[in-house]
């Protein structure tokens, strides 16, 4: 099973919308998948008792990431880095089976030029500390308030075409890496 991540708890993301799109790709791909959405954690796990005791109700994202034979997040740019909701979602997992020998894939979205560049590398480097096996592709999309349609759609063909790609790829990455067959499989 894939895990999206939607890497942001901001209301009415792009990010999510974006999610979206990845979504039905995997279901095209008959692929068993799990969204966590950020925006949907809890309350109480930002709690600072959260870091002696995480609360009962962070438990089923905890369990969604370890029964994960690959994560796929999706992360917008703040402030030239990731999202300070999704720093502290990965600081919140367990050490160090949450990410060990995961395989892991990102795509990237800004409103600037560089489509998110620096929080995926930054991500990318988080999770090779965490031992993690980074899928090599990544796609980003810039200037993401242009490409999409007054639905929340992506309305570049190319870019779409990407993302399938990405999916499709990262599949055949996380079969050979986790010894799985996920393409084809009913959830």
Known sequence: MITLIVGTNRPGSNTRKVAAHIEEFYATLKVPLQVLDLAKLPPEIFSPASYAEKPKSFQPF?????????????????????????????DMLKFPESFEQRPVCFTGLAAGVWGALRPVEQLQSIFAYRNAHNYPVRVFLPQINNLLDGSGRLKDAELLDRLKEQAEGFVAFVEKIKGVKLAGTKM
């Open 62 to 90: 905890a369990d969604a990431i370890l029964q994960s034979d690959g994560l796929h997040v999706v992360t917008p740019e703040y402030n030239g880095s990731l999202p300070g909701v999704l720093k502290y979602f990965i």
